[in-house]
């Protein structure tokens, strides 16, 4: 089995930047993905991590420690459309192509 | 073209229905996924087919019972539901083995109400 924590909330200001941290412990990890989920809508893929160090897209990078079992989503310049919920997921080499997702953080952009 | 395509939308059934669930993907993926997301919970995997074939069953109940026609098509069909299962269902597809490190694209998902 595998266990996958984020925080439940986190609110921050328009223009800010929001740390969204993922911790997890799993055996054959084999990647680990942060997806955006508005409400009533789909996941939609934001990046996907599978050595250790920083991933940049944009407005958003994502980290990995393999050996912490630790990643954390970076949104800088936040807009208010980035409230939503940030979904973090791994993938287990033994399971197959099955990825499994953290509870997922509501992240709430005041003016 | 990276759409998952789910049909339809919102589903209303009663408990002695049957209805399936379609999506449809032309990515040329060769795993797609079943999920059940219920309001402000991750989703859920239900089922994981990889070259048409089921790879994964999470254990569901046999009122749900997938179906992989062919490599861009993939259905739930339900009978017998109960209330509790009522959920939005997403179908997702990946590229699969061997590149099994790609992302998962998600559909729009049906939002399905059981009464």
């Known amino acids: 089995g595998q266990n996958i924590d984020q925080p439940t909330e986190m609110t921050a200001t328009e223009g800010a930047i929001v740390q969204i941290n993922c911790t997890y412990q799993?055996?054959?990890?084999?990647?680990l993905f942060w997806y955006q989920q508005h409400a009533g809508e789909a996941p939609t893929f934001l990046s996907y991590?599978?050595?250790?160090g920083l991933e940049e897209k944009g407005r958003f990078s994502s980290f990995l420690s393999r050996s912490k079992g630790y990643s954390y989503l970076l949104l800088k310049e936040l807009q208010m459309k980035d409230s939503a919920s940030y979904l973090c997921?791994?993938?287990?080499?033994?399971?197959?192509?099955?990825?499994?997702f953290g509870g997922g953080t509501r992240v709430l952009v005041k003016p | 073209d990276t759409e998952v395509t789910q049909t339809p939308k919102h589903l209303v059934m009663g408990m002695t229905n049957k209805k399936s669930l379609k999506c449809e993907q032309h990515?040329?993926?060769?795993?797609m996924y079943w999920y059940k997301q219920k309001a402000k919970k991750p989703p859920e995997l239900m089922f994981v087919?990889?070259?048409?074939?089921?790879?994964i069953n999470e254990s569901v109940p046999s009122r749900f019972s997938p179906e992989c026609p062919n490599s861009s098509l993939l259905n739930l069909h339900l009978h017998a539901l109960q209330p509790e299962d009522s959920a939005l269902y997403l179908c997702a597809s990946s590229q699969g083995a061997p590149r099994m490190n790609t992302e998962a694209f998600f559909g729009q998902g049906t939002r399905l109400t059981v009464v």
């Open positions: 997921a791994v993938r287990r080499r033994a399971a197959g192509n099955k990825l499994t």
């Open positions: 991590n599978v050595l250790d």
């Open positions: 990515m040329g993926h060769r795993a």
């Open positions: 087919y990889s070259y048409e074939k089921l790879s």
């Open positions: 799993t055996s054959g990890f084999n990647g």
